[in-house]
């Protein structure tokens, strides 16, 4: 038991610049308040008590403003951050490492009995408002961007915004493509980015066009060559910009002002 609030106090410490020290964590964070409550609910709940165990769950809620339901499985190093408004229904699991921020709902879609709230792997962050909604299955890694609404499977890794939330930014093929494109032509992809930044976007989208372009003329210097043809085979160089430039607002030698 001891372990396990060491392991929750580092956990905030890590995660929480606000967070000085352990005594500080331990008596003014809600968020480890209701994890501590809900594990003495939890016992409870596989001791068969039941309804005692939903009755103390109702009394952590009016303390700390965080609803966790007795059944729910939580894994270790779990972090509710400001906390209020977090709702973990009875079906919900929860792997290692996860982070919560306030307003997240862990909820059902069906009355039937079973199998009703979302799974949460290792290493999952879920942002303030967010709602994940049905048995659904949130992969390793993931992150949920606030106010989000899911309601299918989530990949491991990947990142979902929106209502309904829907995955932004490319697959990880994608991202080492345009990051080898960017790299040939001496440019630093700074735009292949998670989040749907317009800059970003269109960065991605020029370097997706380089490389079609240069398929493109592959398969054209291949025909040539099949037809006869000679191709000086060249290499494209990198780019490179005088530090200078930015100082005398041109590219290459500072020039003077033409006479009038």
Known sequence: MLTRLREDIRCVQARDPAARH?????????????????????CLWRWRLRWLAKLLSLV????????????????RRFFIDH????????????????TLYHGVTLGGTSWQAGKRHPTLGNDVVVGAGAKLLGPI???DGARIGSNAVVLKDVPEGATMVGIPARQVGGRPAEGDRRAEVAR???FDAYGTTEMPDPVAQAVN????????????????????????????????????????????????????????
Do not use: K
Request: with cysteine.
């Open 22 to 42: 352990a005594f500080d964590v331990l008596t003014t964070y809600p968020g480890v308040h209701a994890l501590l409550w809900h594990r003495f609910n939890a």
């Open 60 to 75: 952590s809620r009016w303390l700390t403003g965080i609803e966790i339901h007795p059944g729910a499985q939580i894994g």
């Open 83 to 98: 906390g209020m408004g977090v709702v973990i229904g009875e079906t919900a699991d929860i792997g290692d490492d996860v």
């Open 137 to 139: 299955r949130v992969g």
């Open 184 to 186: 040939r032509i001496g």
């Open 205 to 260: 989208a020029i370097l997706d066009h380089i490389h079609v372009t240069d398929r493109r003329l592959e398969e054209l210097c291949s025909a040539v060559r099949e037809l006869g043809g000679r191709m000086e085979e060249t290499r494209v160089p990198d780019l490179e910009i005088d530090e200078s430039s930015v100082d005398s607002g041109c590219f290459g030698e500072e020039r003077e002002p033409p006479e009038r």
